[in-house]
Structures are given as C-alpha cells and as structure tokens.
C-alpha cells in the first residue's frame, strides 16, 4: 500500500535558519503530493501541492519538488521565522483511490527560537 | 461562516456517555472525512464519505457512528468511549469528481476528553 515517511521531530532551529524537513513516499501509481501545517491549537492547512513529476508548489516561502526518481517531496525554507513554529506533515493522494484518500506521514514538529 | 467548522471544540465525557460531534463545510464539496489525531501517533482517517455514501471504514469500533445526511453535514456519533479514545478528531472535506486530485480542507477539530 501506499506510506509517507518524514523525518522525526522535533527540529529546533534559530530565526533566519534554513529549514528542510524530507519526505519520502511509496505509491504503486502516481500519486499527487502535499504539504499541510498544524498551528497550536488548530487543524491542518495546505501549504503546498504538486501534482505531477518535476512540479514545485511554493507557498509562505516554502518550497518543495516532486522527485519522482527519488521519490521525495523535501520541504525547504531559506528564512524561518518563530512563526512557522508548527507541525509539518507530508501526504500523498492516490488518484485512483474513491474520496482522494490522503495518506499522511507521522508528522515532523519544528521549533523556531528568536 | 467560511470553510470548514467543527462543534464543540472541546468535549469531556464519561464512558457512559452519549455524545455526537458535528461538522459542516461551507465550500460546496461532495467528499468529507473524519480523522483521529492522538498524540504521538500518525493521522489515522476514520471514514470517508463521497457523494454522501460511505467510502471506507477503516475498521473504526462500533462504539464510533458517523453519519452524512446530505454533502455539506457530517456527524460522529459517540457512546461507551474508552479512555483511549481521546484525542483531537478532525473533519475535512473535498472536491471528489472522477479520481482526480483536489485537496482536503480540514477544520479546527474537536479536542475530546473521555474519563
């Protein structure tokens, strides 16, 4: 079956540290990949999608591409700022799955200190 | 209201208890879920509903009831919870048209506390 693996937390990292959380996933087809954000006390929101080989979605800074031969899907940001203090997690969707299933990794908590 | 909203935000009960929590999306989607989020554990989906049929059922207990009585209303039954079972439950909802992809919108989720 399908599984997305992401590095373990917590990552703990200054202000205007670069921060990279990698993903790496299994799918038998092809699946379309995401980054969603936990802030304190909330749901999860999207960050960033991709939804074919190559693809890079950005959003808030973030940056991540679909590498198909590698099949990863690492988060980068170049500034962090103590904002981004959250839980990050990756997930894949398998097109061919009824309801676009999501299938998540484990989550990676990042800490920003001033 | 806008998105995707969940009530109570917090709920404590006994074992003994019957509760429900509801969910309801403002984004005219036909797909909603329910996940369980417990602490050190990875995001578990509970259920899928798409054009208010149910999809998958992840082999949640019985002691868990979802129901979908049209595509903008999602509920999760509740009764004799377990200690175990708390944990923050979390709705989402998407666009489901044919296996093409669209993102899941998730709303602020219910912490719940079962003593």
């Known amino acids: 079956g399908d599984s997305v693996t992401q590095m373990e937390g917590p990552v703990t990292l200054s202000e205007e540290a670069f921060l990279t959380i990698n993903c790496t996933y299994t799918?038998?087809?092809?699946?379309?990949l995401f980054w969603y954000v936990q802030y304190p006390g909330e749901g999860l929101q999207l960050l960033l999608k991709?939804?074919?080989?190559?693809d890079k979605g950005s959003n808030k800074g973030f940056e991540a591409t679909y590498r198909k031969e590698t099949t990863s899907f690492h988060l980068e940001k170049g500034s962090v700022q103590v904002s981004d203090s959250a839980v990050y997690f990756c997930?894949?969707?398998?097109?061919?799955?009824?309801?676009?299933?999501?299938?998540f990794g484990g989550g990676t908590r990042v800490l920003v200190k001033p | 209201e806008t998105g995707v909203t969940q009530t109570p935000r917090h709920l404590v009960m006994g074992m003994t208890n019957k509760k429900s929590l509801k969910c309801e999306q403002h984004l005219g989607h036909n797909a909603m879920y329910w996940y369980k989020q417990s602490a050190k554990k990875p995001l578990e989906l509970m259920f899928v509903y798409s054009l208010e049929e149910r999809v998958e059922n992840n082999s949640v207990p019985s002691r868990f009831s979802p129901e979908c009585p049209n595509s903008s209303h999602l509920f999760l039954h509740l009764h004799t919870l377990q200690p175990e079972d708390s944990a923050l439950y979390l709705c989402?909802?998407?666009?489901?048209?044919?296996?093409?992809?669209?993102?899941?919108?998730f709303g602020p989720g219910t912490r719940l506390t079962v003593l």
């Open positions: 989402a909802s998407s666009q489901a048209s044919g296996g093409a992809y669209n993102e899941q919108f």
């Open positions: 997930a894949l969707s398998d097109p061919g799955a009824a309801g676009n299933k999501l299938t």
């Open positions: 799918a038998t087809g092809y699946p379309s």
């Open positions: 991709a939804t074919k080989a190559d």
